[in-house]
């Protein structure tokens, strides 16, 4: 409390609440000429001078927003860019009915009195405080002989009182910032069906590249696994063939018989290999349904699983399909990284929604970003509009949750 | 004959390693990647390098490139592209530049060991290989049927094994034709794709180049 007065978000907020005046200004002429374009809005003139002031906002906001940021240290993304077909009268429409500009204007106009409070209260708090602050330094000139204190005492009383003030002038202006930061928030940033559309956005082009990678991590199995173990197989069985045709010799009918053991073997390594890669396209016992799958998997854990479901109904195929390649992927993930001696699988459907928890007593610590194949994770169950929780804080223990939607 | 083999699958390297060496064909490298690849042709300049298409660390056509290099930077050494699957476009890329001591084989091909050994030493004694399914891809394409046209199914089918890199006298077994039959169809393709007379074999391989050119 003591130190606000010279800690740097106060200076911060000092600074956003002068540049107010300006700001404000700047929005009003704009609202006085987005109200001359709506009044002459009736004949055609007023139109393109509209389409520009709803432009003009958009960067009046764009301006704004970047204040707020650096100064008012307001979380806010950035809205869509403009967009609009081509030629002139498409950019017309596109320019009049742009949702991100009419709310700039809005703003503009809310914004006037919380910005008049704002700068009243800093402007009154630190200017009030300094001049008091200084009062034994000017109580005995004649400028202000009303306000002057009469003696030394009262003079002292006076900056102690200014002092105060300074104190709080810092937590003043920060409450007094506090509308015009939930405008800037509200009304600068993109509106909710545009955070929606582009976090579904994300959730697709996440789960197409997943797809992708998917699909190529199949093809490279199969590339450089299965096929190259087949054409070893029938090299090794080309060269018992050879062998074969002097089967009369002790010692080529003994070569080929090695030859033949090893492609027996081979053969064995290329079927267990493929019967793999098929369960990790799709596992057979999911045909059953979760629960039949998720004790499949549970049991071939290399980690104690203890599994719990209650699922009165079944998802649709979909679901069920993510919910399994999710308890997978988060198995492997515990199994590979967290070092942890038990785990827990818990599944329960409720009022439509399927909700799966895996929990583990290892060391924490996971995070989307640190290649553990939680983004992946994220981009399916987000792509069905699920979400998922990760609760791993080091030292552990982990509890993630994935919740998915019962059908789509 | 001296062999380097560059091919990223142990198994498969160690198979064709042994399968050389019993056959007593000396492998001088067995390398697992394009630039040791370059590296051990530089070094041993063998007679032939058998070369897989995809290898680390693109996995992508890895070998394809080093094979191309090497017979830019080592004219002598045959170049035997040794893969998975066939793309038109590489043979293409391959034969650029001549075709003399090249080969494109499918990697199954190895298990016909007579066939592949036999190739081995047409592509290092400087012929031309092609797997069949380069020829099969070829004459499917459509865009080509119409140069193709002119030629009659027989001569299509004696076009395929010159492509392969056969000879005439193979071809003329394989198809239970005459020889002298063979050499009729031989000489009209060569009319007909609009070949000059040369001396040697080349006329049959610039055959086989104008229709993967086309």
Redo the contacts between chains.
Sequence with gaps: MITAPVRAWAWRDLAYALTMPVMAGIGLAHLVLVSLSLVMAANLVGLPLLALSVLAARGLGTANRGLARVLAGVRISDPAPFRSGPGLVNRLGSALGDVTGWRAVVHGLIRLPTAVVAFTVAAALWGCGLVLLGCPLWWRSSALPYLSPGDWLGAVLMSATGMALLLLAPWGVHLALAPERMLARTLLGPGPGETRLRRLEQARAMAVDDAVARLRRVE?DL??GT??????L??????A??ELEHAHHADRLERARALVDSAHS?AKETVAELRDLIRGLHPAALDKGLEVALATLTARSPIPVRLDTDLPERPTPAIETIAYFCTTELLANVAKHSGARHASVDVRARDGLLTLLVRDDGVGGAAPNTGSGLRGLAARVGMVDGMIDIRSPMGGPTMITVELPMRI | MRIVIAE??V??RD??C??LT?RGREVVAAVGDGDALRAAVAEHGPDIAIVDV?MPPS?TDEGLRAAIQIRRDHPRVGVLVFS?YIETRYAAQLLANGANGVGYLL??R?????DFLAALDRVAAGETVLDPEVVTQIMGASRRAESLGTLTPRERDVLAMMAEGRSNNAIAKALFLSSGSVEKHVTQIFTKLDLPPSEGDHRRVLAVLRYLQA
Excluded at chain 1, 227 to 232: E, H, K, Q
Excluded at chain 1, 234 to 239: D, P, Q, T, V
Excluded at chain 2, 110 to 114: C, H, R, T, Y
């Design positions: 490279r590339h450089d096929a190259a173990r087949l054409v070893t029938a090299l090794s069985l080309g060269m063939q050879e081979s | 990223d699958a198994l498969l198979g064709l042994m399968l019993s995809r996995h998975q990697k199954e190895v298990a016909d060991i007579k």
